[in-house]
């Protein structure tokens, strides 16, 4: 297992569309092995492929608490089947948008299909940190980060914090 590098904005991969995995091999887990490993370093509670450079539809997730076991998710070619009208208002951050935090809506339960890590096909309904979570991290497999759901001026100040923080860590 190896640590990978994250990729922040406004690097141009951020905004390409991952492509399918056509079958989970050992290659492929290997690949969730270090994103997973990626993110616990971070820390964080989800990554998505392309923030390590690799445009395959893969998700890596662990939403327990620090005082609870670890808890694992893998998500290869997962898909929204369904969606339910109601909304929740959570204030979402991102690795590839350090140290920015705002709110954004969305969908407060869907239901979802994938792949796991063993390359068994799921199909389960998510809620709360979870729903936030997978739609989120769906997002970012279509090249859409949470910042494209704010307002222009909300976006570009936080594409602009990251910038000038690279630019000071670089002198430093
Ligand atoms: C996406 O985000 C998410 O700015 C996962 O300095 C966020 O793991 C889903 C992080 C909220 C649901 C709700 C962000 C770590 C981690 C930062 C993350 C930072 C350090 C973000
Ligand atoms: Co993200």
Redesign the pocket.
């Known amino acids: 297992m190896a640590i990978r590098r994250i990729l922040t904005v406004p690097d141009p991969v951020l905004k390409q569309v991952s492509k399918p995995v056509a079958e989970v091999t050992d290659e492929t887990r290997a690949l969730m092995d270090d994103m997973l490993e990626t993110?616990y370093d971070?820390?964080?509670?989800?990554?998505a492929a392309v923030q390590v450079g690799v445009p395959l539809r893969i998700i890596v997730m662990d939403l327990a608490r620090e005082d609870e076991p670890k808890a694992p998710r893998f998500f290869v070619n997962p898909e929204i089947l369904e969606r339910i009208e109601e909304t929740q208002p959570?204030e979402?951050?991102?690795?590839s948008?350090?140290?920015?935090?705002e709110t954004v809506e969305r969908p407060s339960r869907v239901r979802l299909r994938y792949l796991n890590y063993s390359g068994e096909p799921v199909e389960e309904w998510a809620e709360g940190?979870y729903a936030?979570?997978i739609q989120?991290?769906m997002d970012h497999l279509e090249g859409v980060l949470f910042i494209d759901h704010l307002s222009r001026l909300k976006r570009n100040y936080a594409i602009d914090k990251v910038k000038k923080a690279k630019r000071l860590a670089a002198n430093a």
């Open positions: 993110m971070a820390p964080g509670i989800g990554l959570y979402e951050g991102c690795l948008v350090p140290d920015f935090y940190l936030v979570c989120h991290e």
